[in-house]
Structure formats: C-alpha cells, structure tokens
C-alpha cells in the first residue's frame, strides 16, 4: 500500500522541481513563465481542492458547512499569491460582502484565473453555481459537491429548473447566498467588456426577494492572455458595488434589471481596468458588441418557490 503513495508523490516532486525550472529559464526566455505560472496554478488549485475535501467534511461536523467555500478560498489566495505573485486587490469600503446576507453575488467570467479571485473576496455563508460536468472532476469535483454548490445541467432545462429551485431554497431556509457568473461563460477579451447577461441570476434574486451584488474584476489580459501566452505576476483590482433591492420586483421586471446591472457593471469594468493598467478612462477602448441579455436558456428560466 504504501508503495502506491510514492507514484504521486514522486509525481508531484516532479511538478514542482519543473515549475521551479521553468520560473528559471523565463529570466531568459520570458514565455516560459505562462507554463511556470500555469503548472503552479494547476498544482496549487490541487492542493487547496484536496485539502478543501478534509476541510468541508471537518465544518460540516463542526456545525459550519456553509464556510468551508471562504475558507478553502482564502487558502487559495494565500498559496497563489507565493507560487505565481498574482493578487487580486478588494474594494469593499462598505463591508458588503460581510454585511449582505442573504444575496445573489455577480461577476464579470474572464478566463480559469476567476477561481483565484473568489478565493480573494468569496464572503462566508455563500455558495457558487458551477456546470454538471465539473462534480466529477477528482477533488475539486469532489470539494464542491462537500461544500454545497449548486450544480446546474446546461442542456437539460429541467435539471437546471430543479437547481435553481434548490438555490433558491436554501437562499430562503438558510440565509445562504450565492455567487453566479451571469455571462454563464469566460470572455478571454483584451478589453474590458461583456458577454450577454442570462437571466437565470436575476429570476433567482427576484424569486427569493434578495439584493443582487455586482462585482467588477478589471480586465487583466496583461496579467493572464492564454492566446499570447502571457502570464504575469500584478494586482488586480475588483470592485463591490452596492446592493440592488428586488423588493416588490416580479418575473416582468428581469429584463430591465438585467440591462440595467450590466450597463452599471461595464462602466465600472472600464473605469476599474484604466486603473489597473494606469491610464486614464478615455483611454480604456470601450467595447460593447453583445445585447444586454442572452436569449432564454435552461438556466434562465422562473424559478419556483
């Protein structure tokens, strides 16, 4: 048996004495720090998912399941932050994320380094939504489905009802809130921009009658570009807006909510991403080539009470 514990563990002996090769070779030859930073990504996400496992079994005993999510997210800021000097920097001065519960959290989805940041600012009792197919990936998967995400099946309308359903449940019973990814995928733009909204975050805030939250993460293609292979180390700063009450708004106010929170966000988004890269406003490109909302999907459907 214990035998067996030396391939993975020879196996991620490997791993981290290439990671430290390659982080060499980039004084060098600089693309080599995308693959450096990459492979310290992947191995750090590991260990904070494999821990994430012991750690949301141990709160779930100890009364506290609904933190194991902060608490592995925190880890993982801490490890990111000394394997690739990538740091996303909050603006909170209101104390939202602490204050707001329950509530349905938005952001902007740019590319895989989006984990990273809900480890920066993820508040406690709050849970994500993620697609089916990530409950069976090994440990991350496995860590997820411990700490009570939501899993939702893009292609099957009714599966993506019954999650919702259940989201909205617990946003009720539960006082827990939760953090969606309206854009439902990753931009990966240069530019600070949005995808269409769904509509599936906004039927669930008005169903549950809680604020919505936007959250704006500056553009960052000069810290993460995987079609230039750039990958560099900065601080990225993300912003929380204020609440938005759904008090009172019904199914017929969705349309002009969502357009509404994404005009709000893309203004911050191109403000936010002049600061990070230290240019004025009227410098940042403003790109906008998408409608405000998505056409109706699985996910964007009312969900029932």
Request: some cysteine.
């Amino acid at each position: 048996m214990a035998s067996l514990l030396y391939y993975p563990v020879y196996f991620l002996e490997g791993c981290v004495a290439l990671t430290i090769g390659l982080y060499m070779l980039s004084l060098v030859l600089p693309k080599a720090a995308f693959v450096a930073r990459s492979l310290a990504s992947y191995l750090s996400l590991l260990l904070c998912a494999g821990l994430g496992v012991f750690t949301s079994i141990a709160f779930s005993w100890l009364g506290h399941g609904q933190s194991a999510q902060w608490a592995v997210g925190r880890s993982f800021k801490y490890v990111m932050a000394l394997t690739t000097g990538v740091r996303f920097e909050i603006e909170d001065p209101k104390d939202i994320l602490g204050k707001t519960r329950p509530a349905v959290f938005i952001g902007n989805h740019q590319t895989e380094l989006d984990v990273l940041m809900l480890g920066a600012m993820f508040p406690k009792y709050c849970s994500v939504t993620a697609k089916s197919s990530l409950r069976k990936t090994p440990f991350l998967g496995w860590f997820m489905s411990l700490s009570g995400s939501i899993f939702i099946d893009r292609a099957s309308k009714t599966d993506a009802r019954a999650a919702m359903a259940g989201a909205a449940n617990q946003i009720q019973k539960k006082q827990q809130s939760v953090y969606m990814f309206p854009e439902g995928t990753r931009s990966y733009s240069k530019e600070p921009e949005l995808l269409p909204f769904k509509k599936g975050a906004f039927h669930l805030a008005v169903q549950a009658q809680v604020p919505i939250v936007p959250v704006v993460v500056a553009n960052y293609s000069h810290i993460l570009n995987t079609k230039d292979l750039v990958f560099n180390a900065g601080v990225i700063p993300v912003k929380v807006l204020d609440p938005i009450d759904t008090t009172g708004l019904t199914t017929a106010d969705v349309d002009e909510l969502c357009k509404k929170t994404r005009d709000l966000m893309l203004k911050e988004l191109i403000a936010l991403t002049a600061q990070a890269r230290g240019e004025s406003v009227s410098r940042v490109p403003a790109v906008d080539n998408y409608p405000s909302v998505a056409k109706t999907s699985g996910t964007d459907m009312k969900v029932a009470a």
